[in-house]
């Protein structure tokens, strides 16, 4: 990314990244609800790894604009807002573990 002089990141290159990561957000989640009304488990899979990446992209975002308006404290706050984005994508991701072994544990005792 372009960087100015002072290391700071211009007006045009955040307001792209945030355009981006917009796009990305509601691309993912339209995503989503449209392969909730398909039932397909893989297209559902992917669909939530790419919500994830653009949930990811936030702090992304975050860092540029912080970093654009000469805030301090960009990298720590960027920092926790990725551990706590990365931690909710790591629950997700045992949650859709569990209910497919759940569901894969009460079809076997039904038979």
Known sequence: MHEDADGSYSDIVAITVATITVVKIGTAIRGMVVSRRERNPTDSAVKAIALTDALLSVVVMQNVLLVSQHTGGAGRSSGV???????????????????????????????
């Open 81 to 111: 807002l990725g551990i706590a984005l990365g931690s909710a994508v790591v629950i997700a991701g045992l949650l859709m573990y569990c209910r497919r072994h759940w569901a894969r544990f009460s079809d076997v005792r039904e038979r």
